[in-house]
């Protein structure tokens, strides 16, 4: 992180409430330690660390697709069933076939079922722990 992304990063964790300042640093000391061969602080002796329990994965929410559903709806649709699943993630599968129904005239139901399809496969990705 070069100096000027520090210092706004600062200016703004300045602006923060006592609480807010406190999540951000949880959160980072979160993300720290979920690194390979990165911790915040040593363990005090040579026996491992203990192992964090495994992050429970909620269930997808099923949501019916209405009748002629239109891809952006099923993009809306599959982003809640799948909340889990990060929007980022998801993103480039979703514009790729968004793209080929809009730029290619590709059939709306085959690129539903290609959609979902994808966010099951995401998800499964993620219960084992491969995302």
Avoid: C
């Amino acid at each position: 992180m070069d100096s000027d992304q520090q210092k706004a990063l600062l200016d703004t964790l300045e602006k923060l409430s006592p609480a807010d300042q406190s999540a951000v640093s949880s959160f980072a000391e979160f993300l720290l330690n979920r690194s390979p061969g990165f911790s915040i602080t040593p363990p005090a002796d040579n026996t491992a660390p203990a192992a964090t329990p495994p992050l429970e994965i909620p269930e997808p929410e099923h949501i019916p697709a209405p009748e002629n559903e239109r891809v952006v709806a099923a993009i809306k649709r599959l982003s809640k069933t799948y909340h889990m699943l990060g929007k980022n993630k998801m993103l480039g599968v979703s514009s790729d076939l968004m793209t080929q129904h809009v730029l290619q005239g590709r059939e709306a139901s085959d690129v539903i079922a290609e959609l979902e399809r994808a966010f099951q496969e995401a998800y499964e990705a993620l219960k084992q722990g491969e995302d």
